[in-house]
């Protein structure tokens, strides 16, 4: 299991909240040192773009396994692998020192 990141520099910890707050600043004062760091969202690219295939795999397998799959159904599923991505992306997010 992944976790969440922590500051370069001294190592806190950041809560769940405030690094879904930080998602889009280019980069942020560490709360516990005061030292800037930079936001890297490098791997949270990879996980979204992971989910997408997922998705897509998905698709593909009820498309071609279940007789009477329905838009709604598919749609629901691509919604929730990509809502799974949503809530996990905080852990794949990286504090880097600048
Ligand atoms: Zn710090």
Redesign the pocket.
């Known amino acids: 299991m992944k976790s969440l990141p922590v ?1 370069p ?2 190592s ?1 910890v950041f809560r769940y909240r405030d690094i879904r707050k930080l998602f889009f600043a280019k980069g942020c004062i ?1 709360y ?2 005061r ?1 800037q760091f930079r936001v890297s969202r490098k791997k949270v690219y990879l996980l979204f773009l992971a989910s997408a295939l997922i998705a897509a795999a998905l698709d593909a397998v009820e498309l071609f396994f279940m007789k009477k799959t329905s838009f709604a159904f598919l749609m629901s599923t691509n919604i929730a692998v990509l809502l799974t991505a949503v809530i996990i992306s905080p852990y794949f997010i990286e504090f880097k020192k600048q």
């Open positions: 500051c520099h001294c806190t560490c516990g040192c030292e």
